[in-house]
């Protein structure tokens, strides 16, 4: 079946710093689609990113991310992390033939002053 | 906006009691899934729907069942509830073939099995 892979369980960085999320997946399936969900504290999880076309660099609130096959990746980045982008990330991918949707375990983001 | 209501919000639930986590969304989409997010597992999905009187097994279905009786709503029934169930349960709605596909969460239901 389909995974996604999120290696960092906490990831800790100075405000005004890069941030970089990692994610990779594993799917059978060709047409799919790639999100970053972001869940603030005692909020509902909330569609950050969408993207489906390989190699094409996909931007919401700051945040970046690039849909690459050839290596199974979708990595979040964002040049300059804010405090207020403490929160917990998910990687997911969407599998459109069964509509099927599959998070990753979440990475935890702390900005810290 | 998409709108996705939980209820209750909180339920302690006794072991080996019934428990049923409702949910309604008002956004006609015709497909709806249920979660249960632990820390160090992310959200797995636990029963989805495709529509009124469909349900499917997600990637972790025992010891729960779903309904889905109308459009709107979506249940998620736990027949003898077990303290492994203690867990927060997020339903989640989406309009399957939109060209802007993507999950719209409720606010979770937070259920503790004693």
């Known amino acids: 079946g389909d995974s996604v892979t999120q290696t960092e369980g906490l990831v800790t960085v100075t405000e005004g710093l890069p941030v970089k999320l990692n994610c990779t997946y594993q799917?059978?399936?060709?047409?799919?689609?790639f999100f970053w969900y972001v869940q603030y504290l005692n909020e509902a999880p909330q569609v950050l990113l969408k993207?489906?076309?390989?190699?094409k660099r996909t931007e919401h609130q700051g945040f970046h991310a690039t849909l690459h096959k050839s290596s199974s990746s979708f990595h979040l980045q964002k040049s300059s992390a804010q405090l207020s982008d403490s929160a917990l990330y998910y990687c997911a991918l969407l599998n459109t033939g069964n509509y099927k949707y599959v998070f990753g375990a979440g990475t935890r983001l702390k900005v810290i002053a | 906006e998409a709108a996705v209501t939980q209820s209750p919000r909180n339920k302690v639930a006794v072991t080996g009691g019934k428990v049923t986590l409702s949910c309604n969304q008002t956004?006609?989409?015709?497909?709806m899934y249920w979660y249960r997010q632990d820390t160090g597992h992310g959200l797995r999905l636990i029963h989805y729907?495709?529509?009124?009187?469909?349900?499917e097994k997600g990637d972790i279905p025992d010891g729960y069942k779903a309904s889905r009786p109308s459009q709107e709503n979506f249940s998620l029934i736990l027949e003898l509830a077990t303290p492994s169930q203690t867990s927060v349960y997020f339903c989640a709605s989406g309009d399957a073939g939109a060209a802007n596909e993507r999950l719209f969460f409720g606010h979770g239901t937070k259920l503790s099995v004693l």
């Open positions: 993207s489906s076309t390989d190699n």
């Open positions: 956004n006609n989409h015709n497909n």
């Open positions: 729907s495709y529509g009124a009187g469909s349900t």
């Open positions: 799917t059978t399936y060709l047409t799919i689609a």
